[in-house]
């Protein structure tokens, strides 16, 4: 039997839950091309938000094509326009014949090397001569709006881990040339999201960068008990097994409400579940999985300081004044000083978040290992 629950991967369906008044701001931000910035901590369900936004846009608007580009592997502005090219064009065509038709009308102060591949998957990608690129990349950038223009289409551009665009050479150049080109669009809007929460606040939120106030920003929170609760209680229903509320909570509450770690305990309780769960099923669930993630934990720990593991140790004491002299003496935190840059380092490894000026971990399962194994 498949399991009912997914996680690290796309929640499509039946295992996407809740996000009901964020899916229906995405949808109609897409259909009214409203630029959109997606913000939240890593593995909270941005990717799966946008895919059913796009599902219900597909179903109902044939006048709209979503275009999709993952930066997680780009590394550079060459390799960013080539993927932007190429997945415009697709977005747009039916065949690759088309496809290609469209790259050698739009694109002709910067020729592309067209690539066709044996995937049918993948007909087709696009290569440059960057020497041609660097010095005029205007055709590229302008190309959804040129194509859409074209076709009578309207474009949405979705762009994950956009925050990797930070580490191209010169990104605030780099950035005032995207925003300059974007910002004149008509027809094409873009939806830009990612896993690294501090560097995306940078990026939209900062008023001396060049994307500030680009669009509407959504910020994701944690999706409410009750939600988590009914979610679980019907998949388990689904495939003939019990859970009751209660128990749906535990699982809820060891996961602190983490989308994935929540998916994750579930899967693993309702695999070790005959008929009827139990307590000690899911206790013995977690534990399994805080053991999988041991050697992780361990190898995130040995990268930090002193400092930032003290730091951590009052955390999770429940110390609230950090930077107060009682818990820098208690702690060995050396300074206020030091504490601010412990504080900084932790959310730029994306150990802590801070949000609306509270700063809390961003793994709960790392917070639990933390407690019960590292500082037992």
Same mark, same amino acid.
């Given at each position: =039997? ?13 295992n996407f839950t809740d996000r009901e008044s ?8 897409? @259909?009214? %091309? ?18 059913k936004a796009t599902e219900i846009i597909g ?13 997680? @592997? ?78 009578? $289409? ?9 925050? @990797? ?33 501090? =560097? =995306? ?82 206790? $013995? ?29 009052? %955390? ?23 504490? @601010? ?23 709960? =399962? ?11």
């Amino acid at each position: =039997m498949e399991t009912p629950f997914v996680f690290g991967k796309i929640a499509r369906d039946k295992n996407f839950t809740d996000r009901e008044s964020e899916t229906h701001h995405l949808v109609t931000n897409f @259909n009214s %091309m409203i630029n959109t910035i997606i913000i939240s901590p890593r593995r909270w369900g941005k990717s799966s938000l946008v895919e059913k936004a796009t599902e219900i846009i597909g179903s109902k608007n044939t006048k709209l094509r979503i275009c999709k580009i993952d930066l997680f @592997n780009i590394r550079d502005e060459e390799q960013f326009y080539e993927s932007l090219a190429t997945s415009v064009l697709k977005s747009v065509s039916s065949k690759w014949e088309e496809s290609v038709d469209s790259a050698k009308r739009f694109l002709r102060q910067v020729v592309p090397k067209i690539v066709l591949n044996a995937d049918p998957g993948n007909e087709f990608s696009l290569s440059f001569d960057w020497n041609e690129i660097r010095k005029n990349p205007d055709e590229i950038l302008d190309l959804p709006e040129n194509l859409s223009a074209e076709r009578n $289409l309207k474009i949405v551009v979705c762009i994950d881990e956009f925050q @990797n665009i930070g580490e191209f050479d010169d990104p605030i150049f780099f950035q005032k040339r995207l925003r300059s080109h974007w910002q004149k669009h008509q027809k094409v809007s873009y939806c830009l999201y990612g896993s690294r929460r501090h =560097m =995306m606040l940078n990026v939209f939120t900062n008023p001396s960068m060049p994307f500030y106030k680009f669009g509407d920003l959504i910020f994701l929170e944690k999706i409410d008990t009750g939600s988590w609760i009914d979610f679980l209680g019907e998949r388990f229903q689904s495939t003939g097994k019990i859970i009751s509320e209660e128990q749906a909570k535990q699982i809820v509450g060891l996961a602190d409400n983490h989308p994935y770690y929540v998916q994750q305990l579930a899967q693993q309780v309702w695999l070790r579940t005959k008929r009827k769960c139990s307590d000690e099923i899911i206790n $013995l669930a977690f534990s399994n999985i805080i053991g999988q993630l041991s050697l992780l934990f361990a190898t995130i720990t040995e990268t930090l300081t002193t400092n930032q593991l003290n730091l951590l140790r009052a %955390m999770i004491a429940g110390e609230s004044a950090l930077s107060s002299i009682q818990v820098i003496s208690k702690y060995r935190l050396s300074s206020s000083a030091s504490v @601010n840059r412990s504080r900084k380092a932790l959310i730029s490894k994306d150990i802590l978040d801070k949000n609306a000026g509270v700063v809390s971990f961003q793994d709960p =399962m790392y917070r639990f290992w933390l407690k019960n194994e590292f500082f037992k």
